[in-house]
């Protein structure tokens, strides 16, 4: 894999725990606002990695 692949994956995956860890919080604002974030990371880095492959 190129070093570039593992710095997304390590990326997607932080945003993936964040909306766990989110999500058992999501009774309370923090808990929306890690979801939130987690959701803007996962999704940021795959629509980056498609932007820098197509273009």
């Not at 070093?3 to 390590?10: A, D, E, K, S």
């Not at 999500?23 to 999704?43: E, K, P, Q, S």
Request: aromatic share 10%; hydrophobic share 55%.
């Amino acid at each position: 894999m190129p070093p570039n692949t593992n710095t997304m994956l390590i990326i997607i995956v932080t945003g993936v725990a964040l909306m766990l860890i989110g999500f058992g919080l999501r009774d309370r604002n923090i808990g929306m606002g890690l979801m939130g974030l987690g959701l803007i990371t996962a999704i940021g880095t795959i629509i980056y990695k498609a932007y820098i492959t197509f273009y």
